[in-house]
């Protein structure tokens, strides 16, 4: 999976979610409450159905089309990122 070493590396991803194009800052991927492969992560860009298109969001991995590693970087964690994050029953990779 690209995701880890993405994340390891602060590689920016894109991929389509709810039929939107999305570019994020990957920074937790697990298994999350409810059973689901997740990622959190911070949109930069892109659209959302929610109309939220920058911020804070969880993605389910097995919705995600398209995914690309891309060759930009982000410098670190954003405000308001905690390692462990709650969310998450199982923790497979995070800044």
């Known amino acids: 999976m690209q995701i880890p070493a993405a ?3 602060r590689n920016l991803i894109s991929f389509f979610y709810d039929g939107y194009g999305r570019t994020v800052e ?3 991927l697990g298994v999350d409450g409810k059973g689901h492969q997740a990622l959190r ?3 930069v860009a892109g659209g959302s159905g929610s ?3 920058v911020g804070w969001k969880i993605f ?3 919705e995600m089309r398209s995914l690309t590693v891309l060759p930009q970087h982000f410098t670190g964690p954003r405000q ?3 390692r462990g994050d709650k ?3 199982v923790i497979h990779a995070e800044l």
């Open 41 to 43: 992560a911070y949109q």
């Open 7 to 9: 994340i390891q590396n």
């Open 80 to 82: 308001g990122y905690k």
């Open 87 to 89: 969310a998450f029953f």
């Open 26 to 28: 990957p920074h937790t």
């Open 51 to 53: 109309g939220e298109f």
């Open 60 to 62: 389910h991995v097995s």
